[in-house]
């Protein structure tokens, strides 16, 4: 089973003390986890229709209505590896080549989705040196 939207908000504030914030007017429920220091996104949790990501035709089929997803950045190099149409996406309104969306609503395991939730706080840490 997958993390569900409050088990991904109460490992973020239990491990980095990050509580959402909802900064979207029209979009409430969607929930952003920002770095203390920099300010930067490091996470944002939304339901979002499927239809809105490039999905495998199996995930097609089982997906339809809306999706629970999470925004995490992610290196390059890893998100082409990571993509596989179902559990990880390219990411919904973000920078695909920085960003994917996972899919919580899948049976994606919690240790990879908490593992994905730590590498996208330390890519958007202040003083992070850039990587070639």
């Keep these: 089973r997958a993390m569900s939207a409050d088990e991904v908000e109460n490992f973020i504030a239990e491990n980095f003390g990050v509580l959402r914030e909802s900064v979207f007017a029209k979009y409430p429920q969607y929930w952003v986890f920002r770095q203390k220091d920099n300010q930067k996104w490091f996470a944002l949790l939304m339901d979002t229709p499927a239809q809105k990501f490039e999905l495998s035709a199996n995930a097609k089929a089982k997906f ?4 629970s997803v ?3 950045k992610c290196r390059p190099d890893l998100a082409r590896i990571l993509i596989d149409g179902e559990k990880i996406l390219p990411a919904y309104h973000m920078n695909k080549k920085h960003w994917i969306s996972v899919n919580l609503s899948c049976d994606i395991g919690k240790s990879v ?5 730590t590498q996208s706080l330390e890519l958007t840490r202040a003083g992070r040196k850039a990587r070639k």
């Design 113 to 117: 989705v908490c593992d994905l939730i």
């Design 70 to 72: 999470l925004n995490l």
């Design 64 to 67: 339809r209505g809306e999706i």
